[in-house]
């Protein structure tokens, strides 16, 4: 087998045997021929990910545990995510998944309330982040974990808290309010 970089007028390639396999442009973007695939002992994962965010403004009682029903999916590669009974993901490939959730709650005009986003695995708690309202009207909050799942029956659910009263997880175009996962490393 024969590797050879070459250069060319607008970068360079990469060439096995005489075919190119890869090219670079003169702006540092890579582009690989011929939909080749990696491979190896740490090929690259390729596994169920996901992303949806709050479609509608979600009203929820003050001091309770609510699941965020993230209703609107932007893409989901492999039917993973329910978004319209359960707003939960269940991965279909054991690994470990790099999970991500935000969300922004209306306090409608109240300030010192404690706020919380919680992952779920299995109906139990994993992890969660916490804040204090320090001013009125809105609150947002951003959650960030790596979950290991095993590819048939574990599912991840975010739920929300506020002892706000009257307050809702809120709809907002500048700042939605999302849930997202992927494969980091097949098991």
């Avoid at 994993?126 to 799942?149: E, F, K, M, P, T």
Wanted: net charge negative; hydrophobic share 30%; charged share 10%.
């Amino acid at each position: 087998m024969t590797i050879a970089i070459k250069p060319t007028a607008s970068g360079s390639t990469i060439e096995q045997n005489g075919s190119t396999i890869l090219t670079v442009d003169s702006s540092g973007n890579i582009a690989i021929a011929n939909d080749l695939t990696v491979t190896g002992s740490s090929p690259l994962p390729s596994g169920p990910a996901f992303s949806a965010k709050l479609g509608t403004n979600q009203s929820f009682s003050s001091s309770t545990f609510t699941k965020i029903q993230y209703n609107t999916e932007d893409f989901d590669t492999n039917s993973n995510y329910d978004n319209a009974t359960n707003y939960r993901f269940t991965p279909t490939v054991a690994g470990y998944y790099q999970v991500n959730a935000s969300v922004r709650i209306n306090y409608t005009g109240s300030a010192g309330d404690n706020t919380q986003i919680h992952i779920y695995q299995n109906g139990s708690h994993w992890d969660c982040q916490a804040r204090v309202n320090s001013s009125g009207n809105y609150g947002n909050i951003n959650i960030s974990s790596l979950v290991y799942c095993n590819g048939s029956t574990d599912y991840i659910e975010i739920y929300g808290y506020s002892t706000h009263g009257s307050s809702l997880f809120d709809v907002s175009a500048n700042n939605p309010s999302r849930f997202s996962a992927h494969l980091v490393r097949a098991a």
